[in-house]
């Protein structure tokens, strides 16, 4: 399919000149996004209802990247990474959370990286120091379980609809690629063996299926069952 065809697309998000990573809340009436502002020095997490009214932006602190906007079930809360370089040029990447109207903005300072809710208090996170590791704990950092723990990058863990398994990112085998482990940080999977960069890796709604892109061009939807990849993009 072209971009000059899809009858079925509307324009939902057009706000700055770069938005992106749009969530949609749990009862399917609100879309989280960031936009970039000052030369793209700035991102802001905002919020506006599927049929683009009541457009919202939450967060507005300068020179710091707001991003990965993620809702927690009962869709009254936003779980967002804010990424910034410290006084010495380093990098810091911080979890916060905030109501759905922007209001009591928190930041959780025992954990960093970037993360997704697995309940109402629990979250799966990679952490920001390199190599990157991926663990799940409490929003207060405590009950800390390490499930990867090693000399590679692993990163952007994601959940599966019935809770058993997880899809992540590494680098392991030399090339980042997408891979899956069960819950409890067993039974890998490595589920790409290309020579591109694979990234940004989600489950389908049902579980069976896993969409990721390769180069940073193209989507792939991947049949889990019979290991079959189709690219619904070009």
Not at 41 to 51: A, G, L, M, R, Y
Not at 188 to 203: E, Q, V
């Amino acid at each position: 399919m072209s971009d000059e065809q899809g009858p079925q697309r509307l324009k939902v998000i057009d706000v700055t000149r770069a938005d992106g990573y749009p969530e949609i809340s749990p009862n399917a009436k609100h879309i989280a996004f960031y936009g970039k502002y000052d030369n793209f020095k700035t991102w802001s997490i905002h919020v506006v209802d599927i049929n683009r009214s009541n457009l919202k932006r939450l967060t507005d602190t300068k020179n710091v990247w707001d991003s990965a906007p993620l809702w927690l079930a009962d869709g009254e809360i936003i779980l967002f990474t804010r990424e910034y370089k410290n006084d010495q040029g380093e990098w810091q990447g911080e979890l916060w959370t905030m109501k759905r109207d922007g209001s009591e903005q928190i930041r959780h300072q025992a954990l960093h990286g970037g993360a997704s809710f697995i309940s109402n208090t629990k979250i799966l996170f990679h952490t920001s120091i390199r190599p990157r590791k991926i663990a799940v704990a409490n929003l207060d950092g405590s009950d800390l379980v390490m499930l990867i723990n090693d000399s590679t990058d692993n990163l952007a863990p994601s959940l599966s609809p019935d809770g058993t398994q997880i899809v992540y990112l590494s680098n392991r085998d030399g090339n980042q690629e997408v891979y899956t482990m069960d819950i409890d940080g067993n039974n890998h999977n490595r589920m790409t063996f290309n020579t591109a960069w694979d990234g940004d890796s989600t489950w389908s709604a049902d579980g069976k299926h896993l969409f990721f892109v390769s180069d940073n061009r193209r989507v792939f939807l991947m049949y889990l069952k019979w290991s079959e990849m189709a690219a619904l993009s070009k």
